[in-house]
């Protein structure tokens, strides 16, 4: 199980609208012989990869999955289907799947056709791995993580306000690392206006780019930015509440910029 939440874990910021999962076929001699985690953009689904890799060998064999496997048609067949017909005999999930269109299902339809199903194993790391997925399915709104650079004095910048870099070269790495685990960054115009940043993911062998917000009330975002020169390759949404965007919106627009007027611009208003 320890290996399929590894496997998920590599999945994510990549699988929305779909969790990040992993799964592990074993033999009925204890080998490996399959792997899978979600594709990109949710498709396809890690069990019917894993399967896929198995092939026959699956028959009589164990699937360590670290979420329950969907039960229900969407844009790809159930998960349970395949597992049933390849004679899976035992399926070990890390957590019931709390979509409710699974939500249960999943593991009845497999005891159904006589598969030993076990549900729990290593659940806190496994639920842990898709909480924005699981707040989005159970609350209706996004798993928000706040990132700051402090000074050990508890500053952000300096008195004037000037740009100084507090970060070191482990906390940038960290905070590339999440920004590929998420599936956007949010940041507010007056940091575009100060620091005029990219807001990709520069680490060798992720370089997935999350969605680049920014919350703009009156559509300042200067044309020449660094985030408005790379809207036409990595994606940049821009939340204003302007009743008309006028030619400085056109403009964004031309460039690759997405822009969405928001009720209200407070967090619950944009979030929820």
Known sequence: ???ALTLARRGLGRTWPNPSVGCIIVNKDGHVIGRGVTGDGGRPHAETLALARAGSEAKGGSVFVSLEPCSHHGQTP??????????????VAGCVDPDPRVAGSGIRQLQAAGIAVEVGVLEAEAREINRGFILRVTENRPLVTLKSATSVDEKIATQVGERTQISGEMAMRRVHLERARHDAILVGIGTVLADDPVLTTRLPGLEHNSVRIVLDTHLRMPKNSRLVQTAAEH??????????????GAALEKAGAKLLRAGSMEP????G
């Open 1 to 3: 199980m320890r290996s």
């Open 78 to 91: 159930p998960c349970t289907g395949f597992l049933i017909e390849s004679g899976i005999k035992r399926v």
């Open 235 to 248: 994606p940049l949404w821009i939340v204003h509440n302007t009743a008309e965007i006028g030619a400085s």
């Open 268 to 271: 619950q208003g944009v979030l």
